[in-house]
């Protein structure tokens, strides 16, 4: 077993195409030291990644990824170490994945508008779970012959701008950090390389980390953004944002980060209650 963990990891509990279990034993074979399930605002797939796991040697890192709306666009914030059920965070989530179920109905009746008809009992037949969202109406598309790829769905239709886009449920970065801290989690800038200009205001309001090592990122990149981390007192994090083959994310363990990570965001989870939320002092 090796000494390196993915900290971006996708299943089927969101827009993922393998379940918990199939996650746990494809790490396994590749040796892995620890995964973080880190769904996009769900918390379902770490209950059965957890059991999978036991007593394999392999740790899961119960993860989240909430998507958040800043001045510079779309950006995601991981949550490691997170405890769904402190202070509502689940019930939170929640209320999160039902508005993006009511967005993706009204994608798959805008695509209809337009002469591409979609089953919406596919959409949710394809999302296997409670978090729907774009990728699967776009799987949707590739089914019926209507484009290519899933990319292509998204470029020519579900992309901001595109005919077919629909406007999400609006939470603000801080926001989305307040809410991991809450819950006792360490919350980290996911790929952040076209949002470093947020990282000043997103450590004053208790980001801990940013992920520095990630799938396509060159290596001068990745010294950037390592640097940048050390600059502001944030641990540097790395992870593949892996979904599966329909998805043009990275393949398991193609980012990693060194073992030592997991530990070092371990010891910066938040204690105590409701004031765990509460913002750090920028770096020294």
């Known amino acids: 077993m090796s000494s390196r963990a993915d900290l971006h990891v996708h299943t089927t509990a969101s827009d993922g195409q393998f379940t918990p279990e199939e996650v746990v034993a494809m790490a396994r074979a590749l040796g892995l030291r620890a995964i973080a399930i880190t769904d996009h605002d769900s918390t379902l797939g770490i209950p059965p990644a957890e059991k999978a796991a036991r007593g394999t040697g392999l740790e899961v890192v119960p993860g989240v990824e909430i998507s958040a709306e800043s001045a510079v666009g779309e950006v995601h914030i991981l949550g490691y170490f997170v405890e769904p059920e402190a202070d509502g965070m689940e019930a939170k989530l929640r209320q999160v994945r039902e508005a993006r179920l009511e967005r993706a109905r009204r994608i798959v009746a805008r695509l209809a508008a337009l002469g591409i008809p979609v089953d919406w009992e596919r959409v949710r037949e394809l999302a ?69 200009d947020l990282v000043p205001a997103l450590r004053k309001a208790g980001l801990e980390g940013l992920e520095a090592s990630y799938t396509g990122y060159s290596p001068e990149e990745v010294r950037y953004l390592t640097d940048l ?17 329909d998805m043009a994310c990275g393949e398991l363990g193609a980012a990693t980060t060194p073992y030592a990570t997991v530990e070092e965001l371990r010891r910066r989870r938040p204690t105590g209650g409701q004031g765990s939320g509460q913002a750090r002092p920028d770096a020294p």
Do not use: N
């Open 128 to 196: 296997a779970g409670e978090s729907v969202g774009r990728p699967h109406v776009a799987r949707a598309m590739v089914e019926r012959g209507y484009v290519s790829s899933t990319d292509e769905a998204f470029a020519l239709y579900l992309a901001s701008g595109r005919p077919a886009y629909v406007p999400r449920l609006k939470v603000t970065p801080p926001e989305a950090i307040a809410w991991i801290r809450s819950a006792r989690g360490v919350p980290v800038l996911a790929h952040p390389l076209q949002a470093t």
């Open 229 to 245: 981390a050390a600059r502001y007192g944030l641990v540097a994090t790395g992870g593949s944002d892996f979904h599966g083959p």
